[in-house]
Nanobody
Framework: VQLQASGGGLVQAGGSLRLSCTASGRAFSNYAVGWFRQAPGKDREFVSAISRGGHRTQSADPVKGRFTISRDNRKNTVYLQMNSLEPEDTAVYYC????????????????????????WGQGTLVTVSS
């Protein structure tokens, strides 16, 4: 699966952006998807993840209550709605996908671990000014 992230830009603190991650290839619904971000000089960190069917989500503490992840498998797209943005949210945002294993339970699987994701998009820059 190939991933294309888009929707980044420059926004003032308190503003909103919606990122999109569009996949090409077959059977997008077989993949769990996550968003990660990397600020200059820092390691890549987990933001949010969503299970294959969209029934389960997981978010990092700094973005809980502000960011919402969702997906539309008919459009092969995962979204990250970011509200109440803060300068600390400035980073390159990456979407990533992995295909969970484990039978029926995999349908609800999410992951916050960079190493579990095998497919990555190119990143989209989000800049939040104070």
């Amino acid at each position: 699966v190939q991933l294309q992230a888009s929707g980044g830009g420059l926004v003032q603190a308190g503003g909103s952006l919606r990122l999109s991650c569009t996949a090409s290839g077959r059977a997008f619904s077989n993949y769990a998807v996550g968003w990660f971000r990397q600020a200059p000089g820092k390691d890549r960190e987990f933001v949010s993840a969503i299970s294959r069917g969209g029934h389960r989500t997981q978010s990092a503490d700094p973005v809980k209550g502000r960011f919402t992840i969702s997906r539309d498998n008919r459009k092969n797209t995962v979204y990250l709605q970011m509200n109440s943005l803060e300068p600390e949210d400035t980073a390159v945002y990456y979407c990533a996908a992995h295909r969970p294993t484990g039978g029926a339970a995999s349908y609800y699987s999410t992951s916050n671990k960079v190493d579990e994701y095998h497919y990555w998009g190119q990143g989209t820059l989000v800049t939040v000014s104070s």
